[in-house]
């Protein structure tokens, strides 16, 4: 079993940052790619970026692509994502989720099995 607990969201202006972490406890947390999904209001939840476990390679939606980064400290068992010029639609919930290196490339919400609670972003213009 692994426990995810998101934090850092809030409010903040078209073009600024945030960076949002993700505590993780339990298993061993390297073992473990990690992703960011977020969901926006009345739609679904869609990919935002993935980081493999031991050798942090990187992957991201079209959308976020070059203002979004994904990182991880295995020794601290946190991922983070840092989100730069900001834009409203980028307004969601996030969320960080834990999948098996078996699915490591996968986009799919239904391959990732751990889940945390999420944190509200808002982007106001």
């Known amino acids: 079993q692994v426990h995810l607990v998101e934090s850092g969201g809030g409010l903040v202006q078209a073009g600024g940052s945030l960076r949002l972490s993700c505590a993780a406890s339990?298993?061993?947390?390297?073992?473990?790619?990690m992703g960011w999904f977020r969901q926006a209001p009345g739609k679904g939840r869609d990919f935002v970026a993935a980081i493999s476990g031991s050798d942090s390679n990187t992957y991201y939606a079209d959308s976020v692509k070059g203002r979004f980064t994904i990182s991880r400290d295995n020794a601290n068992n946190t991922v983070y994502l840092q989100m730069n010029s900001l834009k409203p639609e980028d307004t969601a919930v996030y969320y960080c989720a834990a999948t098996s290196s078996t699915r490591w490339g996968t986009r799919s919400v239904y391959e990732y099995f751990y889940w945390g609670q999420g944190t509200q972003v808002t982007v106001s213009s």
């Open positions: 339990g298993r061993t947390f390297s073992n473990y790619p």
